[in-house]
């Protein structure tokens, strides 16, 4: 039977490598990938992202090939992007302790984000969450993302996250006990060392944040907590690391590989890798 995979991409804009890697592994294996954003909005790569020419900072090189920026640019003119699921249109967000008549609508969240959206994912076999500086806006701290991590966790579905992406997983928690669902786990992902010290930007905006606005490393390493562990590889070119059901990708180098281990844990089997 033919996989298919849920992505969800910033409308803040995403790292070209970052899709394409696992895009490219998933078409080659003929998945049926389908696309998601938080308000239904087309996705675009930011545009260092298409530029061989740029010089990652904190890394003092090219980032940026002319083959995947080849790639990404084909991905960016086609249509593929232009018709995602809107999440806000999907399912609704828990309504405010101080809303009017706030039982009858806490229950009818319960209905919707519970037995309902576990009904909705059935058809998939994965989600990933894509990287770059886009989803530090609107996918980190996004409840609407959280329930759809939290709902492919229940149903023991495959969970994918890259750089910035993987701070949902440190986010997604059941609201009762409110413990990271990456507690007890090994991740990797954006760590301190490649971190920018100044132009963290997004698209739809002019706003240079600066530095981003929290080291997702040490998040990482705070919500894996004692028995978990974070793995930055730092030196080491490529880092994913498989907890199961969680790959968790470094950062824009390790895109391709993070694609190859979730086709690894859907049809192999794997349960643990990079650690």
């Not at 980190?140 to 992406?165: M, P, Q, T, W």
């Amino acid at each position: 039977m033919t996989k298919k995979v849920l992505i969800v991409l910033s409308e803040y804009g995403y790292w070209g490598e970052e899709l394409i890697g696992p895009l490219s592994q998933f078409d080659e294996r003929g998945y049926d990938v389908v696309f998601a954003t938080p308000n239904g909005r087309r996705a675009h790569a930011l545009p260092p992202s298409l530029d061989p020419d740029f010089i990652d900072p904190p890394l003092g090189r090219s980032v940026v090939s002319a083959e995947v920026a080849k790639l990404v640019r084909e991905v960016e003119e086609s249509t593929r992007l232009d018709n995602p699921i809107s999440l806000a249109d999907w399912y609704p967000t828990r309504p405010y302790t101080s809303e009017d008549d706030y039982l009858r609508k806490l229950e009818a969240y319960n209905r919707q984000v519970g037995d309902k959206l576990d009904e909705q994912i059935a058809e998939y076999d994965a989600i990933l969450i894509v990287g770059g500086s886009g989803p530090i806006v609107d996918l980190a701290n996004n409840g609407r993302v959280h329930d759809l991590i939290l709902a492919f966790l229940r149903s023991g579905k495959v969970i994918g996250a890259e750089c910035y992406g993987v701070a949902c997983l440190a986010f997604a928690r059941d609201w009762e006990h409110r413990q990271s669902i990456i507690a007890g786990k090994h991740v990797t992902g954006h760590c301190k060392e490649y971190d920018y010290k100044d132009g963290t930007g997004f698209l739809n905006t002019d706003f240079n944040m600066g530095p981003p606005p929290y080291p997702l490393e040490y998040i990482l390493r705070d919500a894996t907590g004692p028995d978990g562990e974070y793995h930055g590889n730092f030196g080491h070119e490529i880092s994913v690391v498989v907890d199961y059901p969680f790959v968790t990708g470094r950062s824009t180098p390790d895109s391709f590989r993070t694609g190859e281990k979730m086709i690894a844990v859907l049809e192999d089997g794997l349960r643990r890798y990079g650690w």
